[in-house]
């Protein structure tokens, strides 16, 4: 009696939002930019490599990152892989690794928003799709 089995490569990703809270281009964060973080979740098989993208989101400009607002208004921001925030996190510079066992994995998504932007009040958001190839 022949028994089979097979195990295909499988990895699932999960992601909390990015929540940059209040930004004040007046005073805090007229020459201070407003950074925060969150993380990206992943878990393969064992063995398996990976690889995160992050696209640009919904709101792009000339390779940029902006969340939109209010009467058409954008503010740029910017994802990083570093907490120094010098490497861009992107589909280009991208986070890699492998799974030494079925165990979620955490990676920080460090992000940024720039000083002194002359923005409107109002709600601003963006959407960040993350890709996992493995």
């Given at each position: 009696?022949?028994?089979?089995?097979?195990v295909g490569p499988v990895c699932v990703v999960s992601a909390v939002p990015l929540n940059f809270g209040a930004y004040d281009p007046v005073v805090t964060n007229q020459s201070t930019p407003l950074d925060q973080q969150a993380t990206i979740t992943v878990q393969c098989l064992r063995g398996s490599a990976y690889t995160v993208k992050l696209n640009p989101g919904a709101h792009p400009a000339a390779g940029l990152r902006y969340m939109a607002g209010p009467a058409a208004a954008m503010m740029h921001y910017e994802l990083y892989s570093d907490s120094s925030r010098t490497?861009?996190?992107?589909?280009?510079?991208?986070?890699?690794?492998?799974a030494t066992d079925t165990t979620p994995i955490p990676i920080t998504v460090y992000g940024r928003i720039f000083p002194g932007q002359d923005v409107v009040a109002g709600a601003y958001t963006d959407t960040v799709t993350v890709t996992v190839e493995f």
């Open positions: 009696m022949p028994i089979n089995a097979s490497t861009v996190w992107d589909n280009t510079n991208f986070v890699s690794g492998s």
